[in-house]
């Protein structure tokens, strides 16, 4: 178990903590499943801010910056004073608007069948489910450096199903 926060982007606020059964830090479905059912609310996790407690371990309290995706957080929202600075090496995955950007470019290759499940998202790439007729396609952007990392999924699964994302860095 953990207990987790989500700092929204937009507008800037926190909601209150929510507990999931996962340890795992970038494991984010049931980050963003938990939002849903409490507050009614979409969320798009960009990245973590803050983790105390022993990591990806039980017992933790992780702090994540997120996007609103649907919803009106009003009545939970609470003020946040905490900073937001930039990184000019941050991926775009990371960034307002680059999950949606992600997910717009997967669009023009797959027809999904269902809403995207977000499922990971940590400093070396942000991990999405599509579902389409044919079954799970997985959307995983990566950092340049893992730029090899399709061909190799190719290769050790033998399949030509592999997508990856490589953008400019965000600002």
């Known amino acids: 178990?953990?207990?987790?926060?989500?700092?929204?982007?937009?507008?800037?606020g926190v909601l209150p903590p929510v507990t999931?059964?996962?340890?795992?830090?970038?494991?984010?479905?049931?980050?963003?499943?938990?939002?849903?059912?409490?507050?009614?609310?979409?969320?798009?996790?960009?990245?973590?801010?803050?983790?105390?407690?022993?990591?990806?371990?039980?017992?933790?309290?992780?702090?994540y910056l997120a996007e609103l995706a649907a919803g009106d957080p009003s009545p939970w929202l609470m003020p946040w004073a905490g900073e937001l600075p930039d990184d000019p090496h941050r991926l775009p995955y990371a960034c307002p608007g680059g999950p949606g950007a992600d997910l717009a470019w997967a669009a023009r290759h797959v027809a999904a069948?269902?809403?995207?499940?977000?499922?990971?998202?940590?400093?070396?790439?942000?991990?999405?489910?599509?579902?389409?007729?044919?079954?799970?396609?997985?959307?995983?952007?990566?950092?340049p450096f893992f730029a090899h990392e399709p061909a190799v999924l190719r290769y050790a699964a033998g399949l030509g199903s592999a997508i990856a994302v490589t953008r400019p860095l965000c600002n």
């Open 20 to 63: 999931v059964a996962t340890p795992w830090w970038p494991d984010v479905e049931p980050v963003v499943a938990a939002v849903h059912q409490r507050f009614g609310l979409d969320v798009i996790v960009l990245r973590l801010l803050h983790g105390t407690g022993p990591v990806n371990g039980a017992g933790s309290h992780v702090t």
């Open 113 to 143: 069948t269902a809403a995207p499940v977000q499922v990971k998202t940590w400093n070396l790439s942000s991990i999405w489910r599509l579902p389409t007729a044919d079954g799970a396609v997985w959307l995983k952007h990566v950092p």
């Open 1 to 12: 178990m953990r207990t987790t926060t989500i700092v929204l982007d937009r507008p800037r």
